[in-house]
């Protein structure tokens, strides 16, 4: 028997398949029509799979960069009681988490071991359409893109030197937070410590430009110059370092 949604997918020729977005997850959440939106407006292979396991069978190269594997929520305990396999899959391409309580990406965010495995995007699935896009669009480009509630989170344990935690049977490894600025941040210039700042609220290069009277052209050469200092790919990445080593003191410093 014929699988419509293959079917759906065949006949649109404008997605070339060296760049594909792969939903894992049930088709009550990703329906032929959601799947041929992509398509269209993105110009890319557009997939659904109902675990991870379906995936790895279509024989895919692991090492195709222009991928993008995007995981639902009702897949977080197999995602982490098994990361190595989702990463194994998503290859050198993106992985991310599609979530529509904010508590299940939470849970993800605190228990996901981002030096094992890397960074993980966020793929909010109850905002407007367009803001849904555009942080797809994000995705495709490998910035990952972090809710501003979970840099709350992260920003209120410190402060509290406490976890953020989403219940009180979570199993939590607590957030430790430090006096002084961690090595790596302290060798930033006040300038550079500004503008991750407000980086790490979501702030563009133009609003940013603005805040702190330089031209966008001197904003991204600083944040050239951060990640390169921290060692990080991208800008998301850059706001979690933030999040996770910049102290109390820190801060102030920075807004100052």
């Given at each position: ?7 759906s997918?065949?006949r649109?020729?404008?997605c070339p ?10 088709e009550l959440?990703?329906?032929?029509q959601?799947?041929q ?8 292979a557009?997939?659904?799979?109902e675990?991870?396991?379906d ?6 190269p ?5 991928k ?7 897949m977080?305990d197999?995602?982490l009681a098994?990361?190595?396999?989702y990463t194994e899959?998503?290859?050198d391409?993106?992985l ?7 508590d299940s ?13 890397g ?11 367009d ?14 893109y ?6 709350d989170?992260v920003s209120?344990a410190q402060n509290?030197?406490k ?17 002084a600025?961690?090595p790596i941040f ?21 609003i940013?430009?603005s ?8 904003v991204?050469l ?14 998301t990445a850059?706001a ?6 910049a ?10």
């Open positions: 028997m014929s699988n419509p949604l293959q079917d997918v065949a649109i020729d404008v398949e060296e760049f594909s977005i792969n939903f894992i997850g049930k959440f990703y329906s032929n959601t799947l939106s992509v398509q269209i407006g993105f110009g890319v557009a997939h659904r799979y675990d991870i396991a995936l790895k069978s279509t024989g895919a692991a090492s195709l960069a222009g993008v594997v995007v995981v639902d929520q009702i977080l197999d995602l098994r990361p190595d396999v899959a998503a290859g391409g993106c991310a988490f599609a979530y529509r309580k904010e990406a939470r849970v993800l965010f605190e228990h996901w071991d981002r030096k094992q495995f960074y993980i995007g966020y793929l909010p699935m109850n905002v407007a359409p803001v849904w896009r555009s942080i797809l669009r994000l995705l495709m480009h490998e910035e990952l972090l809710p501003s509630f979970l840099a989170c209120a509290q030197n976890p953020c935690l989403v219940s009180d049977t979570t199993v939590q490894k607590p957030l430790k937070a430090t006096k600025p961690h302290s060798k930033l210039t006040r300038r550079e410590k500004q503008v991750l700042h407000l980086v790490s609220r979501g702030q563009s290069n133009k940013i430009a805040n702190l009277g330089i031209t966008e052209h001197t991204k600083h944040m050239h110059n951060v990640v390169g200092k921290i060692g990080v790919s991208n800008r850059a979690q370092f933030y999040f996770e080593v102290s109390e003191e820190a801060l102030g410093q920075a807004v100052d």
